[in-house]
């Protein structure tokens, strides 16, 4: 069977929203376009937008659970992004010139035993991906499904917060075009390592409440991964329907 590209999902600011977008030009080196482009940091946290920093330096769904219940609209041309969440009325602000406002409407989302929300910092030339070199995230349909299935019960595909979506392939078929090249549309990449995952998946993307053992349910595979974070060695655009295919 093909295996196709189904969605593209991009999170401007990094755990704090998420759109879908038709089509997208991928540049080698570089993150998904805009994709965790601004971050909150904490108050605990002494990043200053200077350097990539690790996700503990941020308020993030695995510590504050309501954040995955938001989504997110970006204007490029103006970098102008409208937040939604179902206990809040719609945010519409420029993160570079705006951030107090973002945590003024976001802030007590974040739990009392939490670091509190401080500052939102632009990435430094690349988003503030998981990983330590900019990545864009694949994510297979059928391990998802396998998931499901091992919960016996439906999850949105939003619990993983991933960028390129694929269907037609085998459970965990990803783990193995590690190190290889996989063509997405005219683009190409290359897989570096599976994703680790945390609470965050617990979460449930309608309600922001923790709701389902994803952990546990992945711990029966005796691993906690779920898709591949990959470089991009050549760019190009894709769009759902493109044919994905390691070489």
Wanted: aromatic share 8%; charged share 25%.
């Amino acid at each position: 069977m093909t295996i196709r590209l189904t969605a593209i999902w991009r999170f401007p600011v990094k755990s704090h929203g998420r759109e879908t977008l038709p089509e997208v030009t991928l540049q080698a080196g570089q993150t998904l376009p805009y994709d965790r482009h601004w971050a909150v940091a904490h108050d605990a946290s002494d990043a200053d937008g200077s350097t990539w920093v690790p996700c503990r330096h941020f308020s993030i769904g695995s510590k504050a659970p309501m954040l995955a219940a938001i989504t997110a609209e970006l204007d490029e041309v103006t970098e102008t992004v409208t937040l939604r969440h179902p206990d809040r009325e719609p945010l519409v602000f420029r993160p570079d010139d705006e951030g107090a406002r973002l945590i003024d409407w976001a802030g007590d989302f974040i739990p009392e035993n939490r670091a509190r929300s401080a500052r939102v910092l632009r990435g430094p030339g690349r988003g503030f991906t998981d990983s330590d070199f900019p990545s864009v995230t694949l994510c297979n349909l059928s391990s998802h499904r396998a998931v499901e299935q091992r919960l016996g019960q439906p999850l949105s595909i939003h619990r993983w917060r991933g960028n390129l979506w694929f269907d037609g392939g085998a459970p965990w078929e990803e783990f193995d075009w590690i190190g290889r090249e996989v063509q997405v549309g005219e683009a190409v990449l290359i897989p570096r390592e599976r994703t680790d995952r945390c609470l965050a998946t617990h979460n449930n993307p309608d309600t922001g409440t923790r709701d389902a053992n994803v952990l546990g349910a992945l711990d029966s595979w005796e691993h906690r991964d779920f898709s591949v974070r990959a470089e991009v060695v050549r760019g190009g655009r894709i769009a759902p329907g493109d044919e994905v295919r390691a070489l």
